[in-house]
Every structure is written in C-alpha cells, then in structure tokens.
C-alpha cells in the first residue's frame, strides 16, 4: 500500500476505473451470448439482441477496451449469424 497521499488516490482511482471497465466489458461479453442463444434457439427478438449487441461492442471500442478492428470483426460475425437464420 502506498503511503504518499497522491499514490494513495491513484490507486483508488484505478480501482474504480477497474469495476468501470470491467462492467462495460462483462455486458459486452452477455449481450453477445445472448444474441448467440437466442439465434440458435430461432427466437423472434433476435434483431433487437443484435442491435443491443452491437451498442455494447462499439461502447467497448470507445473506450479502448477492445480493439475497433476487434469490434468491427465481431459485429460482421455475428451479422452473417444474423441472416443466416433470414431474419
């Protein structure tokens, strides 16, 4: 643990932007599984999960949390999923 005062306050800053970026990261992770099943289970909503995960890869991005050409890459994979099942 730091003792000076500056370093004791970047810690908890760090911390902080931690949770942060590992809420946006892990919603990511969910709206995309969830799109996932939803495309395997033939549901009806598929087009609204796409577009919800689509927001959360492209709030990731933003973020510098993954990569924009990563974001792009996962949001045409799960397009071609997409029409895959002719929705």
């Known amino acids: 643990m730091p003792n000076i005062k500056s ?4 810690v908890k800053i760090n911390e902080a932007k931690n949770a942060q970026n590992s809420a946006v ?25 796409f577009k919800v995960a689509v ?4 709030k990731a991005a933003s973020k510098g949390l993954i990569h924009k050409n990563t974001a792009n890459r996962q949001k045409a994979r799960l397009a071609k999923k997409l029409s895959t099942i002719g929705a």
């Open 55 to 58: 927001k959360n890869l492209d």
């Open 7 to 10: 370093a004791i306050k970047r």
């Open 25 to 49: 990261k892990s919603a990511m992770r969910t709206a995309i599984k969830k799109f996932e099943v939803a495309v395997d289970a033939k549901e009806e909503n598929v087009k609204d999960l």
